[in-house]
């Protein structure tokens, strides 16, 4: 089945009986991983209300072109932008014309006129009215604006007609909503990817932690969305915004990134170990500020949890990625971590290059696996993110039937 995972689609409904099926469109959308805001006109509330749609769609339901608050929260314009797809079902013989001869009368029309993204109508109407020669014009002058036109389907009307005018069944229009786009290598898949560093408290003002900047896991969850993947990221103490359409789960410590992995790993599909979690931790934290008293001072570490390797134990597991930040044998020691660990890829980089790894912008990587390897050359993060989402999505054990 085609996927709409991380997809955007307006749903504009207009004023007709077969508005009640829109419902069920919602939740086939929804199905396939479509995020789905729902445009309704004003007739269209005569057939089904506002409240259901936002149930459903779990977003607000949007109704007026002038509507102060609608514009405080999601102008009509950043609408139009944000939308990968809009989809009308049911489209009026009514709203046909009206879009037709580019009138921006309602929220709906004025979206259609707006946005960027690629147009979609179900028509849904008598038999008679879709047959008409108006409607056939008006249907001509869409298609030669590139406006795609989904159905009608032929059958039995609720006026009791027979002919075409039907709107297509709502697992048809999610199909034709997904095969809109173009397919992507982790299209439907699920990634979790850790990111940053970890910090082991000292006492209330002082921890342990490391240079760790976490722009390599975030650049890898862009790149994981920009595959069709649905991503977790869940990310030590770091300054960084989160990338659009991926879900963020902030922690402090290595214990608090354990645990958060551990909640969520049964279900993924990719689990990516890219935060640079702190392998020791104090064994008792000081309740108060511990004083400047002696001119040294003794701390206890105790092992933390090792997140990655609890993954790659589970089964069945996830197709699992580990991270090796190393100052000196590097491939040597990458594939001792790949091997013990039982993982699936590793991905190691010298830390100890100026201006490669931690904190910078760039990165030059050594992937491996069992029976390969592949060097990345200096490059910007996120290309080497792309180029390692794409080197997971080839390996066999990704293979999408």
Not at 11 to 28: M, P
Not at 152 to 157: F, R, T
Not at 207 to 232: E, R
Request: charged fraction near 20%; hydrophobic fraction near 50%.
């Amino acid at each position: 089945m085609s996927t709409l995972t991380n997809r955007r689609i307006v749903l504009g409904i207009t004023g007709g009986i077969a508005a009640y099926k829109a419902a069920e469109v919602v939740r086939r959308l929804r199905d396939r991983g479509a995020d789905v805001r729902v445009v309704m006109t004003e007739a269209a509330q005569q057939f089904i209300t506002p409240l259901t749609l936002q149930a459903l769609s779990a977003n607000p339901v949007h109704t007026d072109l002038l509507d102060p608050a609608a514009e405080a929260a999601m102008g009509h314009i950043e609408l139009a932008r944000w939308a990968d797809l809009i989809l009308i079902a049911p489209a009026t013989a009514d709203f046909i014309a009206r879009l037709a001869h580019a009138h921006a009368d309602d929220l709906l029309t004025t979206l259609c006129l707006a946005t960027p993204a690629p147009i979609a109508l179900a028509p849904a109407m008598n038999q008679g009215m879709w047959r008409d020669a108006g409607t056939q014009s008006n249907i001509a002058l869409l298609r030669a604006r590139r406006i795609a036109l989904w159905g009608p389907a032929d059958g039995e009307q609720a006026c009791g007609d027979v002919g075409p005018g039907r709107m297509l069944e709502s697992d048809q229009l999610a199909e034709l909503a997904a095969a809109a786009f173009a397919s992507r290598i982790l299209d439907g898949r699920r990634v979790l990817i850790t990111a940053g560093p970890t910090r082991e408290e000292i006492d209330p003002v002082r921890y342990i932690s490391n240079h760790s900047s976490g722009k390599m896991g975030f650049a890898l969850a862009q790149a994981a969305v920009d595959a069709g993947a649905k991503v977790t990221l869940i990310a030590g103490p770091v300054a960084l915004s989160t990338p659009e359409r991926v879900e963020r789960v902030d922690v402090q410590s290595a214990q608090q990134m354990f645990d958060a992995v551990m909640a969520r790993a049964d279900d993924c599909d990719i689990f990516i170990a890219a935060a640079a979690v702190a392998d020791y931790r104090p064994a008792a934290v000081a309740a108060d500020k511990i004083k400047k008293q002696r001119e040294e001072m003794t701390l206890t570490l105790v092992r933390n949890p090792d997140i990655v390797a609890s993954v790659a134990a589970l089964r069945p597991k996830p197709f699992t990625v580990g991270f090796a930040a190393e100052t000196s044998n590097v491939a040597t020691y990458a594939r001792d971590k790949l091997e013990r660990k039982n993982l699936d890829l590793i991905v190691a980089n010298d830390v100890s290059v100026p201006g490669l790894g931690f904190n910078s912008d760039d990165n030059a990587v050594l992937a491996l696996w069992r029976d390969g390897e592949m060097s990345i050359d200096a490059r910007s993060k996120t290309l080497v993110a792309r180029e390692l989402i794409e080197l997971i999505a080839r390996s066999q054990h990704l293979q999408i039937a």
